[in-house]
């Protein structure tokens, strides 16, 4: 029987599940991934968890649980740093490390090293990802070539339009359905973490929302890398935080351009990160009168009616500036 | 220029040497007060870390007092300590103050070349030995804090050992050269070894852990070392800020004073998240061998490496048996709060001293 692994539906699960599934599965494994998170999951995780931290980081302890005894691994790897020159929130670190030291009894965590701030992905920490499986090291790098060449596919379809959420759908098969049938008067862009803003339970379902009020989605995965970085360029010092710079790069770029009508930046309470870069998105939309913008802090206890009706009142808002610009136009006009 | 910089318990002593010796005008924030911490929290994102809204209320402080120029040192991820100078450059900035921003952070060769700018052309060897005198003075400080924390708990009168030791370090405080240094170090000394003291008693000993501000800054953790003492702890703690100005230079990263830490938490935690949860995590591993009755584990609210310290430190608890106690501080922390929280704490330590001492009797 091939040997299960498991892999959580909750922080980096957003970003980089094609990449791990097509590894794993490449090497002969099988890959179970958690129920999507429910109520019940976040319950489960909440009276695990010692001290207080973000949402995000509570849901992965109600993951892992009811993972715990189907699987044979845990996939959570140790993940210092995603990307060159920046960092991710200590949270995940040490991750692996708390996961064991509050619940013994878990199957063997898979925790491999990931730091690739200074030299890139390192041969070294795909064979220690792999060699449970696999004793060949030259196997093992022909299916993290094959998970590359999947997860820049992924990568691409996002940049087409599509939120990653159903990027993902769309690798596991199911139908997503294509951008142009549909109906969408408003352009909005959603910034945060992807782990609040993709999964439905943390973000209260924003994404389906914000379409029934007829908007186009656009998020930070959407714009290639180059345009993030020009996006910060003006700040003093270079945001070291891989989503938190995602977040700020993408907000800056959005507000300057010109295709968007608000920006709504979604953070969960707690952030650390996102605590302080909200301050800077908040001074940089603030000076900027074209695009409306909104900042929602989410945790366990935000009822969804408040947000429906600081969503409808957002996109009524913007709404009704297009039409006091269109009058000032035809006034202008005559 | 005026320079000045946010306090962060005794280090301001070393900035304020230094640029002293380079011949300017130091502006020191006033002592961290109630107004700090308002002015702070009013002008900081609401829930961004208590070190932050503290750090900036002292430098508005500083700056009605005149100061025109602020030094910050911006150590590089992935805590969020790295990012306070440029987000309180924007606040400030947006509160219409003017000042120019100096930071020190991890590209050395720009450091130095800052340096020398502060410096008013004085030479390297002046610069080093304006160093070397800052570091003696925090050094001695540092000493007369071990001491008063070790002499705290056998005092006759309460309070008294406070009382020398702020006078103590007033007289170290106002030393600007070597030779006033040594004079200031021997006066010092003997007024610390004034103080009467009962050697029969058998105190505790409780460590004092967390994240660097606030165990260095007493107004932030509301003397949490003193009132331990004055309740009969022998307070020890791995956070001091020689140690920590140390590591943070990158040839030390790996080989400082950190290392014995690292060493101790190697069974829990393989990789470092930054901040000082690895010293947490070695520290109470390291004070529960040498046999200490608890520890007191101090982290601002919503702190990120004290967070995963909490996580682990609950493990740490289990398996060598220390009672850890976990006080996470925000701006509205309340004194009656913390005392009962630290009383009941000190409480259980006493009671589980006498029991193994019963223990011992009839063994």
């Known amino acids: 029987m091939a040997i299960r692994v498991g892999i959580p539906r909750a922080l980096l699960y957003y970003r980089f599940y094609p990449l791990w599934k097509t590894f794993f599965t490449e090497l002969g494994a099988e890959v179970i991934v958690s129920e999507p998170t429910t109520q019940e999951i976040f319950r489960k ?55 064991r030291a509050i619940m013994p009894d878990l199957p063997p965590i898979l925790d491999t090293y990931f730091n690739v701030r200074k030299k890139g992905v390192t041969m070294r920490s795909i064979y220690e990802a792999g060699k449970r499986f696999d004793k060949n090291p030259r196997r093992i790098y022909l299916a993290y070539q094959k998970a590359q060449e999947v997860y820049k596919k992924f990568l691409e379809r996002i940049r087409d339009g599509i939120t990653p959420q159903e990027a993902i759908q769309a690798f596991d098969g199911e139908e997503v359905p294509p951008v142009k049938e ?24 924003i994404i389906q929302k914000l379409r029934k009020l007829e908007a186009r989605i656009y998020t930070s995965e959407m714009i290639p890398d180059e345009t993030i970085e020009e996006g910060i360029r003006a700040l003093s010092k270079r945001i070291y935080w891989t989503f938190g710079k995602e977040t700020v790069g993408a907000a800056f770029h959005y507000l300057d351009s010109k295709e968007i009508d608000g920006l709504i930046y979604i953070i969960s309470f707690e952030c650390g990160p996102d605590s302080l870069l909200k301050e800077i998105v908040d001074d940089k939309a603030r000076k900027n009168k074209k695009v409306a913008y909104m900042s929602l802090v989410i945790d366990e206890h935000t009822g969804e009616t408040g947000i429906d009706t600081r969503l409808d009142a957002f996109v009524e808002m913007i709404k009704r500036r297009r039409r006091s610009k269109k009058m000032e136009g035809e006034k202008n006009g005559k | 220029m005026k320079p000045t910089f946010p306090h962060m318990g005794t280090i301001g002593v070393l900035g304020e040497a230094i640029l002293r010796r380079f011949g300017r005008e130091v502006i020191l924030p006033p002592k961290t ?331």
Not at chain 1, 58 to 79: N, S
Not at chain 2, 116 to 122: E, P
Not at chain 2, 191 to 203: F, V
């Open chain 1, 182 to 205: 549909r109906k969408e008067r408003l352009n909005i862009a959603l910034v945060g973490n992807p782990y609040t803003v993709y999964d439905p339970f943390s973000s209260l379902n």
């Open chain 1, 45 to 99: 995780g909440l009276k695990k968890f010692i001290g207080d931290t973000c949402l995000p980081m509570k849901l992965v302890f109600g993951h892992v649980i009811t993972l715990a005894d189907k699987v044979d691994y845990l996939f959570i790897p140790r993940l210092v740093s995603i990307e060159k020159d920046t960092y991710l929130c200590p949270h995940f670190a040490g991750l692996p490390d708390v996961l």
């Open chain 2, 33 to 363: 007060s109630k107004r700090t911490l308002t002015l702070g929290s009013r002008y900081s994102p609401e829930f961004a870390c208590l070190p932050l809204k503290v750090t900036l209320g002292n430098l508005i402080e500083a700056l009605e007092r005149g100061a025109d120029t602020i030094v910050m040192l911006a150590a590089g991820g992935p805590c969020r300590f790295g990012y306070y100078a440029t987000l309180q450059n924007l606040i400030l900035k947006n509160l219409d103050y003017e000042y120019e921003l100096i930071t020190l952070d991890y590209d050395m060769l720009n450091n130095l070349r800052k340096l020398k700018r502060l410096a008013q052309g004085q030479n390297w060897f002046q610069i080093g030995e304006a160093f070397r005198f800052g570091f003696l003075k925090l050094l001695t400080l540092e000493k007369m804090e071990r001491s008063a924390h070790r002499i705290r708990p056998y005092e006759i009168k309460k309070g008294s050992t406070t009382k020398a030791y702020d006078e103590a370090s007033r007289i170290i405080r106002r030393t600007f050269s070597f030779r006033e240094l040594r004079w200031a170090k021997r006066e010092a000394i003997s007024l610390l070894k004034k103080i009467p003291q009962d050697k029969t008693r058998n105190p505790l000993k409780v460590g004092v852990v967390g994240e660097t501000y606030t165990v260095l800054e007493p107004y932030v953790n509301l003397e949490v070392e003193r009132k331990l003492g004055e309740m009969g702890c022998e307070v020890h703690r791995p956070v001091w800020a020689t140690e920590y100005m140390i590591s943070m230079l990158p040839i030390f990263s790996r080989w400082g004073p950190r290392r014995k830490y690292r060493k101790a938490a190697q069974p829990y935690l393989k990789e470092e998240p930054g901040g000082e949860c690895i010293v947490s995590i070695g520290g109470t591993i390291l004070y529960a061998k040498r046999g200490f009755d608890g520890i007191v584990h101090i982290a601002p609210f919503t702190c990120l490496p004290e967070i995963v310290a909490q996580g682990i430190l609950s493990k740490v608890r289990k398996d060598l048996g220390i009672p850890i106690l976990t006080l996470v501080l925000d701006e509205h922390t309340a004194q009656a709060g913390l005392i009962t929280r630290l009383e009941a704490f000190v409480d259980l330590l006493q009671r589980k001293q006498a029991r193994q001492k019963m223990k011992g009797k009839q063994g």
